[in-house]
Each structure stands twice: as structure tokens, then as C-alpha cells.
């Protein structure tokens, strides 16, 4: 099974600063790589996949970058609505797996 | 407009069964394959299952594998979970979660709502 890390557990930001999330794979994914946004209620909700395509109505402070082992999901500039937890998830691999997830929460 | 409903949660013994079941609408169901993730109260994602549109191939977690069965009916845009042996650590919100469907220029999965599943004695 694939283990995927995410890194750190809580980030503490400000809004208006950038946020930079991480995510680590135990072994390659290639790209095949999704970041969700889950808020307190709610369902997740998809951001990005392929590593670094936004989905459908998905603002452009969103970015994702990486691939192999190695991922970074990027938010430009923090705003109210971003604070959340965000997950990746490889879908590479059989059984998909889910990193352990990044509380972004405001400083 | 893509909807997933899940039905079918609510309280469960240990070693009993439950039937989840997901309706779909506004999309072409047969097409696109299909998954069962769950989140245990205060915890992170976990993928439980998987069935292709149309020709069944089918994965699923090892927490959950010889247990559960997950299956769809194409004619009525359904898909189920059928969970059997139930233990405690299935207790946990099931979403209903679609593959990428793709429409005007833009890509998303869709996700259902949740329906909380609760084992317990």
C-alpha cells in the first residue's frame, strides 16, 4: 500500500499570505495526484488532480505542482473560505490512499 | 446538474449487515466509475471500494475486503454497498463518490452528502 504523508499536520496563516502544503508518497504516482478541501459539514471537495489541473471552478490562487513522490499544493493568497483541512490522494496504485491531512487555520 | 444521494445509514450491530445505497442523477451513470470513501468521526478520508461503469471490475481496502461487496445497477443509476460482519471501526460517514466527469472544458468528481453509518451494541 501506498503511504502517503502530508506535512506539516496544522499550518498557521494569516489571510492574505500564501500557503504551502505538502505531500509525500511512500513510492511513485507519476501525476496521478488529487488535493481535496474538506470544511467542517461538508463533503470534500476537488481541487486539484493529474498533480496539477485545477477542477471545475476551482479559483486560480489554487496551484499544485509536483510529481513521483514529491507534491505541493500552493494558495496564493489566503482567503476567509480557504481555511479547511485539505487532503492528497494518489490514485495510482490500488487501494487509492489518502494522506493523514493539513488543518490550514487562521493565525 | 450531478446529483449522488446516498441512503441507507443508521445503526448497525457488531457482526450484523447494513445496504448503503447511492441514486444518481443528471449524468450518463453507466459511464463512469464509481467509489465508496468513508471518514470516521474526527478523522481523516479513507477509500473503501471501487466498481468500473460497465464492465464490474471491482477493488476494495483490505479493512474491508471478504466483508463488503460493492455492486451498481446501470438500468436504475444505483450504486450500493453491501456490508456485512460489521465492527466497531466501520463506524463513520459514507460518501458516494463519482470519477472525474468532465463537462464544458472543466473536470470534477462529485460527492454525495455522507450517510453516517454507527455500529454499535
Known amino acids: 500500500e501506498i503511504v502517503m504523508t502530508q506535512s506539516p499536520a496544522t499550518l498557521s496563516v494569516s489571510p492574505g499570505e500564501r500557503a504551502t502544503l505538502s505531500c509525500r508518497a511512500s513510492?511513485?504516482?507519476?501525476?496521478?495526484l488529487a488535493w481535496y478541501q474538506q470544511k467542517p459539514g461538508q463533503a470534500p471537495r476537488l481541487l486539484i488532480y493529474?498533480?496539477?489541473t485545477r477542477a471545475t471552478g476551482i479559483p486560480g490562487r489554487f496551484s499544485g505542482s509536483g510529481s513521483g513522490t514529491e507534491f505541493t499544493l500552493t494558495i496564493s493568497s489566503l482567503q476567509s473560505e480557504d481555511f479547511a483541512v485539505y487532503y492528497c490522494?494518489?490514485?495510482?496504485?490500488?487501494?487509492?490512499?489518502f494522506g493523514q491531512g493539513t488543518k490550514v487555520e487562521i493565525k | 446538474e450531478v446529483q449522488l444521494v446516498e441512503s441507507g445509514g443508521g445503526l448497525g450491530q457488531p457482526g450484523g449487515s447494513l445496504r448503503l445505497s447511492c441514486a444518481a442523477s443528471?449524468?450518463?451513470?453507466?459511464?463512469?466509475?464509481m467509489n465508496w470513501v468513508r471518514q470516521a468521526p474526527g478523522t481523516g478520508l479513507e477509500w473503501v471500494s471501487y466498481?468500473?461503469?460497465?464492465?464490474?471490475?471491482?477493488y476494495y481496502a483490505d479493512s474491508v475486503k471478504g466483508r463488503f461487496t460493492i455492486s451498481r445497477d446501470n438500468s436504475k443509476d444505483s450504486l450500493f454497498l453491501q456490508m456485512n460482519s460489521l465492527r466497531d471501526d466501520d463506524t463513520a460517514m459514507y460518501y458516494c463518490?463519482?470519477?472525474?466527469?468532465?463537462?464544458?472544458?472543466?473536470?470534477?468528481?462529485?460527492w454525495g452528502q455522507g450517510t453516517l453509518v454507527t455500529v454499535s451494541s
Open positions: 463518490v463519482s470519477s472525474l466527469i468532465c463537462s464544458g472544458g472543466g473536470c470534477r468528481t462529485h
Open positions: 443528471g449524468f450518463t451513470f453507466s459511464d463512469y466509475n
Open positions: 466498481i468500473s461503469g460497465s464492465d464490474n471490475t471491482i
Open positions: 513510492q511513485s504516482v507519476t501525476s496521478s
Open positions: 493529474g498533480a496539477s
Open positions: 490522494q494518489q490514485y495510482n496504485h490500488w487501494p487509492r490512499t
